[in-house]
């Protein structure tokens, strides 16, 4: 077969084998009794999560009270991690549980991408293999936090923890007796020993089908390591080996009969599987404490998510007539960081993105309030006059650079010279769940016409050019803003209202065409601050009526509901809700179109994503990219934040221009979970609702009945695209292929018979070169599906932790769909050894009286390196010990830079620990203590392992350089 046929057909291969999940099961048990890779990682990122929040309110003298174990629900880490939460504020979770989603999703993927791949999990005793896996992932997981890629980080991090994990369950590791993660999986200068060869046999047949004692009993005394052989195509293995088992795995099936995995309670050695599970939670929790020690813990916990408040996120036009707006821009968004600075709401990041013509960018993203501020400050307009922008390409980048479901705000007063991207943006907006809102000045005013003397072509803000700003702002829940320059700092109290902590998006509706008509919505008990927004023509007006019946029409701007302002085709309701629980009205009276958005504050939310089933094996499910098909089944993953007790009664797709809905039925998952499955959903553009019930009636904020809405539209498609890259990671310099395959369907079912053309478009948000057909075409007797390949290549200079969002559009007369690809660009990392450390000195010992220890201090001089072929000393931080650390760096012997660390502390803190990073991430760690001085002095200092579960690394792990040094006066 030529290359490029053996892709495809790896392809055809790996799509038609997704169902055969040989892992912990990746998302759901449905035998209501096996822990999923799904569990384990959201424990463990709950439990780490915990404990570095333990450890830094240890460090400000404040107290922490929760109980750190696997029931950890994501409310009480967040609560008992904010600073100042108390029970009664208010409360989002929705960031931190959508970043764990988006770690297990990606985790998930693994069975899907790599179904095939032996060294992902652990198969065929390619330890050295699984090992490398890890240790790639965990560097690129490093260099993305370096860049503050944190979005790109998490999806690394969450396919390391698959393989990480699968080893527990794969292995012998738990038969062996041991209780303890074997950490050399992640600390690569560590040899791996005590590995069965491969002429050592390892298992023997299964008796009847019971393989509780299959594993030989040799192999078990020499303490060897070996880990079963899995092949869905062949039952060939080395002599005596064990196999995964299970009735994919042709390899159980020759002698010795059976298998060892522990992937669910009826697996071969499902007696064991929850305790593989447990030691996988804890295996990723010392991953994670890795990674923690390597990054800091600040941006640990950005990591993980673990922020309240969301992005301040502006794309804006530099052309010369912008200037008003840019002044207006820096205006709000200074108030913004001024005003919430240092509380729970100052925004985990801000991003700043221009835009003109020929240039778009740089993308300037930072969590210091200072550097956005100085950016935006530098920003001045210029040039332009009266050619349309890059608009969408300036947006494309915000989109992949903001973390999903963040707000965006577009300011321009221009066409958008780059339209082609539409669809792409539209592909960006359905998979991040972002949403875009637009402050439009001057439509159809002709400011830029005014200043144009050079008599060329007016080029204004047409209805035709801000249609393309409504449907992207339409398909991403927010709303094209059209006011004239005068108005707009009227207009960017929305900005303002985004900016709260905790907002919920309750109704959303746009008619267009418009067409008068009556919408109604529940208002909940847990609303703060309900707001409504209503765009569309002067002409239109409305009435608000309230539960009990209270009414207030447009033409009263203030009245028993609330106040309303208007400002260009913008109207914001600030509402009294004032006991009025229940259903609300609101009729909307207008012929052209218009949008109305209903909002509040409230802990009760929801996140969702699309998932799709595997056929075969066990029936999990994993993350589903790009659009549903039109006619097929569409299950959603649905999470309620806000509340243990709350209950979903109903999540409806409507069909934003139509009278079509379809109802999911529901299937609770536990921990607020529910597997949504929609029957037959048609073709269409649908707007995803929720409805529930809080059964606590004792809390203060009950919601009792309430409905919340997701802001991204869902559509469907009748195409099929489906894309899967062998590797996530791309080296600086290399180019990757990627392989899709395009067909379309009915019913949600590909249509073999079919024939035809698809335009193809591959884009990528960092401009790299990419080569794509233009074209594919549907042959007869082909199986109705057509083949292609991408390449994308990362350029030599591209720095290690880059991401790169690659969007694949399939597209015929009648639809179009989509797959959107993230690659990291990472570098190979060679310096795979930690740090040493080495103690030259110690004065002083500390008096043996507690009550003395005030008026002595005690000091530690160590010696760090990072040896000949290391990347150098990055940070020496302290871990443990209220000292103080001072650090200079001389030339050792061979020109390698040592860096000498110099620690003092008070007598009454006789401990320190300190973690040394190099350039790569690899995490050294130096011990040392003060005794008393009548007793023997001790001191020793290890470069020991990352120890997090608090068991003892065996001495033939690590390295452990002690100095004991006795002092004279006994
Ligand atoms: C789950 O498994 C445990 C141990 O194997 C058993 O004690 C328990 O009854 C099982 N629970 C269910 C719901 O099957
Ligand atoms: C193991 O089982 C297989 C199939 O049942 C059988 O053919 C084989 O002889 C058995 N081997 C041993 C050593 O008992
Ligand atoms: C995991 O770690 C916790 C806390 O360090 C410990 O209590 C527990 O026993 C460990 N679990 C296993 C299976 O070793």
Not at 319 to 328: H, K, L
Not at 705 to 716: D, E, H, L, N, V
Request: proline content about 3%; glycine content about 8%; hydrophobic content about 35%.
């Amino acid at each position: 077969m030529a290359a490029r046929q053996t892709v495809m057909f790896l392809v055809a291969v790996l799509l038609s084998l997704s169902g055969l999940i040989h892992s912990f099961q990746p998302l759901f048990s449905f035998d209501g009794n096996s822990t999923t890779h799904r569990d384990i990682t959201r424990r463990a990122v709950l439990r780490k999560t915990a404990e570095v929040c333990r450890d830094i309110a240890a460090s400000e003298g404040r107290d922490f009270s929760l109980t750190i174990d696997d029931s950890l629900s994501t409310e009480q880490v967040q609560r008992a991690c904010s600073s100042t939460g108390t029970s009664t504020s208010l409360l989002s979770t929705v960031v931190f549980q959508t970043s764990i989603a988006n770690m297990y999703f990606s985790n998930a993927k693994v069975d899907v991408v790599f179904a095939l791949s032996e060294e992902h999990h652990f198969d065929d005793e390619t330890f050295q293999g699984g090992r490398d896996v890890i240790t790639a992932g965990v560097s690129g997981v490093k260099a993305s936090v370096k860049l503050e890629n944190f979005v790109a980080g998490r999806w690394t991090l969450g396919r390391v923890c698959h393989t990480l994990q699968d080893f527990y369950s794969h292995s012998n590791w738990v038969e062996l007796g041991n209780t303890a993660p074997f950490s050399t999986l992640i600390q690569p200068d560590q040899p791996l020993e005590n590995l069965a060869g491969l002429n050592t046999p390892t298992c023997r047949n299964c008796t009847g089908g019971n393989c509780e004692n299959n594993l030989l009993p040799d192999l078990l005394q020499q303490g060897l390591l070996t880990s079963g052989y899995f092949n869905v195509f062949s039952s060939e293995k080395p002599a005596g080996k064990c196999s995964h088992g299970g009735s994919f795995d042709q390899t159980s099936r020759q002698d010795p009969v059976g298998g060892i995995s522990k992937d669910d309670v009826g697996s071969s050695h499902g007696s064991l599987h929850h305790k593989a599970a447990d030691l996988a939670v804890n295996a990723t929790m010392e991953l994670l404490e890795d990674i923690r020690l390597a990054v800091g813990d600040k941006n640990f916990l950005r990591l993980v998510g673990l922020s309240q408040s969301s992005v301040l996120c502006f794309v804006i036009d530099t052309t010369g007539s912008m200037s008003d707006d840019i002044a207006e821009a820096k205006r709000v968004s200074f108030s913004i960081i001024d005003s919430l600075r240092g509380t729970q709401q100052e925004p985990s990041a801000y991003i700043l993105v221009p835009f003109n013509d020929p240039e778009f960018g740089p993308v300037t993203m930072t969590t210091n309030a200072d550097v956005f501020k100085d950016s935006i400050n530098k920003l001045t307009a210029s040039g332009g006059g009266d050619i349309p922008e890059l608009c969408l390409s300036g947006l494309q980048l915000a989109l992949t650079a903001a973390p999903p479901s963040s707000e965006i705000f577009v300011f321009t007063d221009a066409p958008a010279k780059d339209a082609y991207l539409k669809s792409t943006i539209t592909a960006i907006i359905e998979s991040t769940k972002s949403v875009v809102t637009f402050m439009l000045t001057d439509v159809l005013a002709s400011r830029r016409r005014r200043r144009n003397p050079q008599g060329l072509a007016p080029r204004t803000l047409s209805q035709t050019d801000t249609q393309l700003y409504r449907d992207l702002a339409r398909a991403s829940g927010g709303q094209a803003i059209e006011v004239t320059k005068s108005e707009l700092t009227l207009a960017t109290s929305v900005i303002e209202d985004s900016s709260a902590s905790a907002v919920v998006t309750v109704f959303q509706q746009v008619r267009n065409p418009g067409t008068p008509d009556n919408f109604t919505f529940t208002v909940d008990g847990s609303l703060r601050n309900l707001t409504a927004y209503i765009t569309g023509a002067s002409s239109l007006t409305f009435t608000l009526t309230s539960s009990t019946g209270v009414s207030q029409s447009s033409s009263q701007s203030s009245g028993p509901l609330g106040t309303f302002t208007t400002v260009g085709n913008l109207r914001r309701l600030s509402l009294n809700i004032d006991n009025q629980t229940g259903s609300w009205e609101i009729s909307v009276n207008s012929n052209n179109p218009y949008s109305v958005k209903v909002t509040g504050q409230s802990s009760v939310n929801f996140i969702y994503n699309l998932v799709e089933a595997h056929e075969g094996a066990h029936g999990d499910f994993s993350l589903k990219e790009g659009r549903p098909l039109s006619g097929g089944n569409t299950s959603l993953l649905v999470s309620v934040t806000g509340s243990d007790k709350v209950k979903l009664t109903g999540v409806t797709l409507f069909d934003s221009s139509g009278p079509t809905e379809v109802n999911g039925s529901l299937q609770a998952l536990g921990s607020g979970n529910f597997l949504v499955t929609f029957k037959e959903v048609p073709a269409g553009d649908f707007v995803l609702r929720i409805r529930g019930e809080d059964s606590s009636s004792t809390s203060r904020s009950n919601p009792g009945s309430f409905q919340r809405q997701a802001s991204t539209q869902i559509k469907t498609s009748s195409i099929s695209v489906i894309s899967q890259a062998n590797n996530t990671n791309i080296e600086p310099g290399s180019t990757i292929s990627v392989p899709f395959t395009v067909a379309t369907t009915t019913n949600g079912v590909v249509n073999d018979s079919a024939t035809g053309v698809f335009t193809v478009r591959a884009n990528n948000d960092r401009s790299y070169t990419s080569t794509s057909p233009n074209t594919v075409t549907i042959v007869a007797d082909s199986g109705g599906k057509a083949n292609g390949t991408v390449t994308l290549t990362a350029p030599p200079s591209a720095a290690s932790g880059t991401d790169v969002t690659l969007t694949i559009e399939a597209e015929n007369a009648a639809d179009i769909n989509y797959a959107v690809l993230r690659f990291s660009v990472v570098a190979k990392v060679t310096d795979i050894t930690r740090p040493v450390c080495q103690v030259v000195s110690l004065s002083t010992s500390c008096p043996s009286s507690a009550s003395l220890c005030a008026s002595s201090q005690w000091k530690f001089i160590a010696n760090l390196t990072d040896g000949i072929n290391g990347t150098g000393i990055d940070s020496v931080t302290v871990r443990q010990g209220n000292g103080t650390l001072n650090t200079s760096t001389l030339a050792g012997e061979g020109g390698v830079n040592v860096t000498v660390a110099t620690y003092s502390a008070s007598c009454c803190s006789q401990n320190v620990e300190l973690a040394t990073v190099d350039k790569v991430g690899n995490v050294g760690k130096c011990v040392g203590q003060a005794r008393d001085s009548t007793t023997a002095a001790l001191t020793t200092a290890t470069t020991a392992a990352v120890n997090t579960a608090g068991h003892t690394v065996s001495l033939s792990h690590c390295l452990w350089i002690s100095v004991v040094v006795s002092l004279l006066w006994k």
